[in-house]
């Protein structure tokens, strides 16, 4: 990789700082006067009006294509073996979703091998670059014995950004009689052999999974080991999944389903991301999240895949975002920030997300001329080259 790069010609560039007031994007179309950027060290040094642009060590012409921070995946379970197709099949011909599928994943990561999980998770992530996503958090929850969550954790440390230990995510089927026994030990061994590998720990708070009690235990074990907190919270139904997330001081509440106006209240009063699946609502005909009344009240947003072989079998971001817009009534502004930045905050991530000096020069140059058409031209690929920190990875 050179020392510079002057990546010129772009016809908008979305830089996304992180303070609020910048929604739009440095730069508007504009074919007479296009927008660049200089890439040292795999970071962003400068970016401006390309007849102002710096020399650099080599130059590469975007040809007015519009250029966007890389999508920032903030939930994932990509460290999973077998296949839910039929699963999918049954709920769009009338079942409806529960947690209970999870276990047939569970049965199958456990069958498989190290090299067969591994290679399962690196297929999703080129799926993942190709359309645009240069930074991935991806869950464990499908081992859930101590053996098995360690190895995916490790794999998930391994070839993702961000690491998340899910040893909550439903009671296993051996312990179905023994639920306390299966609290203490996520809470626990599991928690004490996995800590080294997490940069989060994530629980289930829901219907068919973990009880308000059963997820304070878990949180509190989290907590005393200094470890970071998330969770997955009204999802099925209305629960106290939002209000534990935010009174836990945890980096993002995810799904969000099933919200009232407490709930979005605590977390526009706070500085917990609410993390919107919608993929997962349109795999299972679930209704989609109140983005609006959380966007209007003042919460912070993000946008992610949920990723997962169950209730949400998509890589797609530029997917995601065209059901944010069409379905939650985001602006198209709105979603590229949740997608992006709103990802970043939701990871604890400040160099991501955003194209500002001294960012990660994680970036995806569009086959359109502005980010617009990620929304407006929804299953079309769109992605025309995908670069991390500085180098081309799609």
């Not at 500085?271 to 983005?291: C, I, K, N, Q």
Request: charge should be negative.
């Amino acid at each position: 990789m050179p020392s510079t790069l002057l990546v010129t010609g772009i016809g908008e560039l979305t830089t996304h700082s992180p303070q609020p007031v910048d929604t739009a994007g440095l730069h508007a179309p504009d074919e007479s006067d296009p927008a660049a950027l200089i890439v040292a060290d795999g970071r962003i040094a400068w970016t401006g009006r390309a007849a102002a642009a710096p020399a650099a060590d080599e130059r590469v012409d975007v040809e007015g294509r519009a250029v966007i921070p890389g999508f920032v995946d903030s939930h994932a379970h990509l460290v999973f073996a077998g296949d839910r197709a039929g699963e999918f099949e049954a709920r769009m011909t009338g079942s409806r979703y529960s947690a209970g599928g999870i276990r047939t994943t569970v049965a199958a990561t456990r069958a498989a091998s190290d090299e067969a999980l591994r290679a399962n998770a690196r297929r999703l992530l080129a799926e993942m670059a190709r359309q645009g996503t240069t930074t991935v958090e991806c869950k464990t929850g499908y081992g859930l014995t101590v053996e098995d969550e360690v190895r995916a954790l490790r794999i998930a440390a391994q070839e993702c950004d961000v690491a998340t230990f899910l040893g909550a995510h439903v009671i296993p089927a051996e312990y179905a009689d023994r639920r306390q026994q299966y609290v203490d030990l996520v809470r626990g061994p599991m928690l004490e052999a996995c800590a080294e590998y997490a940069n989060f720990v994530d629980v289930f708070c829901e219907r068919g999974a973990f009880d308000e009690v059963e997820t304070r235990l878990i949180l509190d074990a989290a907590k005393a080991r200094g470890l970071a907190v998330r969770l997955h919270a009204n999802q099925l139904g209305h629960g106290p999944g939002v209000q534990l997330a935010v009174e836990y001081g945890a980096a993002s509440a995810d799904h969000c389903t099933y919200l009232d106006a407490s709930d979005i209240d605590a977390l526009a009063a706070s500085s917990t991301v609410a993390t919107l699946l919608p993929g997962v609502e349109f795999s299972t005909r679930s209704p989609y999240p109140d983005a609006r009344g959380l966007l209007n009240a003042g919460a912070r947003v993000a946008i992610a895949t949920d990723c997962n072989p169950g209730s949400c079998y998509t890589s797609s971001m530029p997917f995601c975002l065209a059901l944010a817009v069409r379905e939650m009534h985001m602006a198209p502004a709105e979603a590229l920030r949740a997608a992006t930045l709103g990802g970043a905050q939701a990871l604890g991530l400040t160099d991501v997300g955003h194209l500002e000096v001294g960012a990660r020069a994680d970036f995806a140059v569009l086959d359109a001329p502005t980010y617009l058409h990620l929304m407006y031209r929804p299953g079309v690929p769109l992605i025309h080259s995908v670069w991390k920190n500085g180098a081309r990875i799609a």
